[in-house]
Each structure stands twice: as C-alpha cells, then as structure tokens.
C-alpha cells in the first residue's frame, strides 16, 4: 500500500491567515492527488483533485500544487468555515488511502 | 444530480456479517469511467478506503480487509452494495458511499458522497 503522511496533524489560525498543509506519498505518485474537506458530522467534500485541479464551485482560495511524492494544500485567507479536517489521498493505485487528517482549529 | 445514499443496520453482534447498501441516483454504473467506493471512518479517525466496484464489474478491495469484503453492483436497481464478513468492535465505523470520478487525465476522486451510516459493533 502507498502511506500518505500529513502534516502538521492539527493546526491552530486565525481568519485572515495563509495556511499550508502537505502530504507526503511513501512513493511517487505523479499527480494523483486530491485533496478533501471534512466538517463534523458531515461527508468528506473535494476541493482539489489531481493535485492543482479545483473542484467546481470550491473558493479560489484553495489551492494544491505538487507532484511525485510531495503535494501541499494552500488556503490563501482563512474564512470562519474553512475550520474544518483535511485529508489527502492517492488515487494512483488500489487502496486509494488517504492521509490521517490534518485539523485546522480557530486560534 | 447524483446522490447516493447508504442503509442498513446500525447494530451488529460481533462475528455476524454487515451488509450495506448504496442507492444512487443520476449515474448509470453501466456508463463506462463509472464507479462507486465504500470508504469507513471510526469515530474520531481518519478515513479509510474499503473497496470499489467499476462499470465493468472489476472490483478492487483494501488487502487487508480483502478476505472479509464483498462489493457487487445492481446496475438495474441503482444500487451497491457492501458485505463484510466477521465483524468485529474495531469495526464500529461511519460507512460512506461515494461517486468515482476520473478526469481526462486519468485520476480518480470521489466526487459525491452518501450522508453515510454508522455502524456500531457491540453485544
């Protein structure tokens, strides 16, 4: 199985702020790499898929880049609902894993 | 639109078998590029993918939860559904379904999901 490593595992901020979270692939995926949004209680939501491609209706304030082994995900102006848990996960071989989550608390 | 939907029982005993189903809507699982996952997440954990069925019935699963899944479509009812054998606490999960998608360049992602069910294992 390819591990996905994120980091950091939580995150405190505040709104307004420029925030960057990474996932490492344990081997090169290209770009096979998305990224989603997950709110308490709710399903997981795609913001960025094959690692640069923002999802439809998704704010231009995520952004991912990377490729290989490396992926970041950048948000560019911490807005109130954007606390949330993040997750990436490589879809280039079965299992699709994902990473453990990074959380992203209110400072 | 596409929803998608998951049902079934929200208590199991350990060792009995789990068996869940998707109901979906606007997608055929006939179309080709189409597929649907089954991903779980315990309480306060992380996700993790299970298993996932194509339009052309290839199917693939987590190796190391291989031996007690099954995933088979019903292309005419709109629907797919998940069996696990032996369930255990550890297994106590929300189980989501969810919409694959794959771009033009070949990667995969889940673009809807289901509301997801939880499942606790418990005697």
């Known amino acids: 199985d390819i591990q996905m490593t994120q980091s950091p595992s939580s995150l405190s901020a505040s709104e307004g702020d420029r925030v960057t979270i990474t996932c490492r692939a344990s081997?090169?995926?290209?770009?096979?790499l998305n990224w989603y949004q997950q709110k308490p209680g709710k399903a997981p939501k795609v913001l960025i898929f094959?690692?640069?491609s923002l999802q439809g209706g998704v704010p231009s304030r995520f952004s991912g880049s990377g490729s290989g082994t490396d992926f970041t995900l950048t948000i560019s102006s911490l807005q109130p609902e954007d606390f949330a848990t993040y997750y990436c996960?490589?879809?280039?071989?079965?299992?699709?894993?994902f990473g453990q989550g990074t959380k992203l608390e209110i400072k | 639109q596409i929803t998608l939907k998951e049902s079934g029982p929200t208590l199991v005993k350990p060792t009995q078998t789990l068996t869940l189903t998707c109901t979906f809507s606007?997608?055929?699982?006939?179309?080709?590029?189409?597929?649907v996952g089954w991903i779980r997440q315990p309480p306060g954990k992380a996700l993790e993918w299970l298993a996932l069925?194509?339009?052309?019935?290839?199917?693939r699963y987590s190796p190391s939860l291989k031996s007690r899944l099954t995933i088979t479509k019903d292309t005419s009812k709109n629907q797919v559904v998940l069996t696990m054998t032996n369930m255990d606490p550890v297994d106590t999960a929300t189980y989501y379904c969810?919409?694959?998608?794959?771009?033009?360049?070949?990667?995969?992602?889940?673009?809807?999901w289901g509301q997801g069910t939880l499942v606790t294992v418990s005697s």
């Open positions: 969810a919409h694959r998608r794959q771009n033009s360049n070949y990667v995969n992602y889940f673009d809807y």
């Open positions: 606007g997608f055929s699982l006939s179309t080709s590029g189409v597929g």
């Open positions: 069925v194509y339009w052309d019935d290839d199917k």
């Open positions: 081997q090169s995926i290209s770009s096979h």
């Open positions: 094959a690692a640069s």
């Open positions: 996960q490589q879809s280039y071989n079965t299992p699709y894993t």
